[in-house]
Structures are given as structure tokens and as C-alpha cells.
């Protein structure tokens, strides 16, 4: 059964403290891997799409890598601005489906 | 730009009552999606439009109808609303089956 699960559900960082979040996958026939931003109250947000072991895109203070297995959201120097839920998701197969992650909670302190 | 516009945004029913989400997006996209977002589930397809005049059903569809009515429009019917289908529904759109999702800003249904 293809599964997205993102890691850690929840973290907390100092203004300026860089971290990773993680986004591993298990499905047959990766087709792309993409990283969504979700303030409160709104939709998602197209980040970043990754097609291929090996590829990384930056993005101001976010940069995306993709392995086999997972992937990885690098925050460099974060900014109360970038305290958001992150959503990884996969699409796979033949289908049109899009298969999401939980998320993880991103709280950045001044 | 609009992009992907949905209503209502917040709407109440009581169980057994029908209702119908509209989702339109200004983008000329293909495909048109309609997902619902519980906490500690993330968003699960419920149907997608890969093009105009086709549906499909995804991962929940059950309790649920759709309409394509044409490249611009998807709309997300509820014929007898269930306490389960409370819920925040998103509508998105790509250009492709393949391709990142434009989101729509959500409707939170609370059914009682």
C-alpha cells in the first residue's frame, strides 16, 4: 500500500535555528514528490516538485532533496514568517491521485 | 487573479440535509480535485475531474456525488449529510493529471 509519512509532527525552533523535515514514502512508481506550505484558516501552497533521486530546488530559506526513500525540507536561518504546516505528497503509478503526509507544525519563536 | 474559488465557506447542516460545494478556478486547468482535510488524517481525494466531461472516484468517495459542469466548474454534492462528514473540503486544480495542486481556500462543514 503506497504511504507518505512526515516527520516530526511538530517542531520548534529558535529564530535563526536550521533544521530538516522529513518526508518519507513507500509507493510504486514515483512519478513526482511535492511540498506544500499551509498557514491556518487557508489552503495549501505549491513549494516545490522533485522527480528524481538526487534532485534538490531552493526556495529563499527552504531547500528540498529527494532520495529513494524520502525527502528532506532544509529551513536555513528560519523567520517567524515560515512557522506553517508542511505537507509532502506523492503521486505514483498510472492513477491521478495525489497521496498526501500528515504534516509537520513548524513554530518559529522570535 | 482569482485562482480557485470555493463556496460557501462555512456552512452547518443537520444531519440527513443535502448540500452542495461549488469550486470554480480562472486558471484554464485540466484537472479539478476534491479533497477533505481531518486532523492527524491529512487530505484524502475524495473525486478528481482529469478532464473535462470525466470523473473518477479516489480514496473516499463514499456518501459523496460530483459534477464536472464544465472546464471551470466542479462541484461536490452531499445527497444525506452524515456527523462524518464533518470536515474541511478543499477543492484544487492542475494544468495536468500530472503537476502541482492549486488549492481553493477551504469549506469547514460541521454537520450535527
Not at chain 1, 512508481?29 to 533521486?53: C, I, M, N, V
Not at chain 2, 487573479?1 to 456552512?11: D, E, I, L, R, Y
Request: hydrophobic share 30%.
Amino acid at each position: 500500500e503506497d504511504q507518505v509519512t512526515q516527520s516530526p509532527e511538530a517542531l520548534r525552533l529558535q529564530e535563526g535555528e536550521s533544521s530538516s523535515l522529513n518526508c518519507s514514502y513507500t509507493v510504486s512508481g514515483l512519478r513526482g514528490l511535492f511540498w506544500y506550505r499551509q498557514d491556518p484558516g487557508k489552503g495549501p501552497e505549491f513549494l516545490f516538485t522533485l522527480y528524481s533521486a538526487g534532485e534538490e530546488k531552493e526556495k529563499e530559506r527552504l531547500k528540498a532533496t529527494l532520495t529513494k526513500k524520502e525527502s528532506f525540507l532544509h529551513i536555513t536561518a528560519p523567520k517567524p514568517e515560515d512557522s506553517a504546516t508542511y505537507l509532502c505528497a506523492v503521486q505514483a503509478g498510472t492513477g491521478n491521485q495525489f497521496y498526501f503526509g500528515t504534516g509537520t507544525s513548524l513554530t518559529v519563536i522570535p | 487573479n482569482a485562482g480557485v474559488t470555493q463556496t460557501p465557506k462555512f456552512q452547518v447542516l443537520k444531519t440527513g440535509q443535502s448540500m452542495t460545494l461549488q469550486c470554480a478556478q480562472d486558471m484554464n486547468h485540466n484537472s479539478m480535485y476534491w479533497y477533505r482535510q481531518d486532523p492527524g488524517m491529512g487530505l484524502r481525494l475524495i473525486y478528481y475531474s482529469a478532464s473535462e466531461g470525466t470523473t473518477d472516484k479516489g480514496e473516499v468517495p463514499n456518501g459523496y456525488n460530483v459534477s464536472r459542469l464544465n472546464k471551470r466548474e466542479f462541484s461536490l454534492r452531499l445527497e444525506s449529510a452524515a456527523p462524518s462528514q464533518t470536515s474541511v473540503y478543499f477543492c484544487a486544480s492542475s494544468r495536468l493529471a500530472s503537476g502541482e495542486l492549486f488549492f481553493g481556500e477551504g469549506s469547514r462543514l460541521t454537520v450535527l
